[in-house]
C-alpha cells in the first residue's frame, strides 16, 4: 500500500523547488527551472504527480510561491519574478488540472510557519524573517500571529521606513539579480552567471564579483537596521539558498558593524531623529533559519496540513 504523502512545491524566480513529505519528513527534493508560462507549469508538476504516484498516495499540494495569495479567491496579488502566477485565478485552476487539493501561502510566511513551529522562532512571540531569492520575501511576526496583508506590515511606520522595506526587493540584495549584473558587467549574457557563481567568483577575488557581493552585504545590513529599528523583533531570521553559506552571517554582522560606526550614515540620523538621543541604535538579534532554504517547502505542508488535514498519518509531530 502506497503512503500517504504529499507534494510540496517552493515556486520561485530562477526555480521550483519540489519534494515529498511523508512519514513526517521531506524527501525526494529537487528542482526544475521555473517556466515561463503557467501552462507549462502544469506539465511539469502533472510529470512529478506521475512519477511520484507509482510509490506515494499523493494527497494534495502545497505551495509556497511569491507575492500575496488570497485563498477565499484563488489569486496570488502582487508583482514577482514569476508574472504567470498574476494572471488570474491560479488555486483552483491548478487544483483542478492536477486533480488535487492545492494550498498557497507566500514565500516569506511559509519559512516563518515553519521556523516558528519547529526553527528558530519557537519561544519568540515577535520575529522577521527575510527569505532571499530572485526578490526578497519579508515576514513579520507579531504576539505569535504572522502578519498576512502589505497593509499589516507598514502600517502605522513613516514614509521613511516603509520605502526602507519595499528595498527588500532592490537588485542589489538578490543573489540571482546579482549574478545577472556580474554576467553584464562582464559582457556576458544575463543567464550565464547564477548568484551561487558570482559568490564564487567574489571568494576568487573577481573584482566586480567582489564589489557587487560588497555591496550586498551593506544594503542588506542597512535593512536589518531599519527594520530592527522599525519592529523591535526578538529575533530575525535569514532564509533561502544563500543561508547555506557559513560566511553570511559573520560578514553580515560585520557590515552591520561597519554602518553603526558611520556617523554620517542614514540609519544613525534616523535613529538620532527618532529616538531624540544619542543612545545606541538597537543592534539586530540575527540568526540563520533552522531548516536553511527548505524552510519554504517545510512551512508550506504546515500550512496545508493546518488546513486541509490536521489529523493524517502524514501530519509532522512538531
Not at 15 to 29: D, E, F, P, R, S
Not at 39 to 49: A, G, I, M, P, S
Not at 103 to 128: C, F, K, P, R, V
Amino acid at each position: 500500500m502506497p503512503q500517504d504523502a504529499l507534494l510540496a512545491l517552493d515556486i520561485g524566480g530562477s526555480a521550483v523547488k519540489y519534494g515529498i513529505w511523508t512519514n513526517h519528513q521531506l524527501i525526494k527534493q529537487a528542482q526544475f527551472p521555473t517556466p515561463l508560462t503557467r501552462n507549462r507549469f502544469y506539465t511539469e508538476v502533472e510529470q512529478l504527480r506521475d512519477q511520484f504516484a507509482t510509490n506515494f498516495h499523493l494527497i494534495g499540494i502545497a505551495v509556497s510561491c511569491p507575492g500575496n495569495p488570497d485563498e477565499q479567491t484563488g489569486i496570488i496579488h502582487g508583482m514577482s519574478y514569476v508574472p504567470f502566477l498574476h494572471l488570474g485565478e491560479f488555486q483552483t485552476e491548478f487544483a483542478t488540472r492536477l486533480n488535487l487539493p492545492v494550498t498557497l501561502q507566500n514565500d516569506a510566511d511559509s519559512a516563518a510557519l515553519a521556523e516558528m513551529t519547529a526553527g528558530i522562532g519557537q519561544g519568540h512571540l515577535s520575529a522577521l524573517f527575510t527569505i532571499i531569492g530572485s526578490g526578497i520575501g519579508l515576514s513579520i511576526v507579531e504576539n505569535g500571529t504572522i502578519l498576512k496583508t502589505i497593509a499589516d506590515k507598514i502600517d502605522n511606520f513613516d514614509k521613511f521606513i516603509a520605502d526602507t522595506i519595499k528595498t527588500l526587493n532592490n537588485s542589489k540584495v538578490s543573489p540571482v539579480q546579482i549574478g545577472k549584473t556580474v554576467a553584464l558587467r562582464n559582457f556576458k549574457l544575463p543567464n550565464t552567471i547564477d548568484g551561487k557563481t558570482a559568490f564564487e567568483l567574489a571568494d576568487q577575488g573577481n573584482p566586480i564579483a567582489t564589489q557587487e557581493v560588497t555591496q550586498m552585504y551593506a544594503a542588506l545590513a542597512e535593512i536589518m537596521l531599519f527594520l530592527n529599528v522599525a519592529y523591535a523583533p526578538e529575533i530575525i531570521g535569514i532564509g533561502g539558498g544563500i543561508s547555506q553559506r557559513a560566511d553570511l552571517l559573520p560578514k553580515l554582522n560585520a557590515a552591520i558593524d561597519t554602518l553603526l560606526a558611520d556617523d554620517n550614515s542614514s540609519i544613525k540620523r534616523y535613529w538620532q531623529r527618532r529616538a531624540g538621543s544619542t543612545a545606541p541604535i538597537p543592534v539586530p538579534h540575527i540568526e540563520i533559519c533552522h531548516f536553511n532554504q527548505n524552510a519554504n517547502l517545510i512551512g508550506a505542508v504546515y500550512h496545508f496540513l493546518k488546513r486541509e488535514c490536521p489529523i493524517s498519518s502524514i501530519t509532522s509531530k512538531d
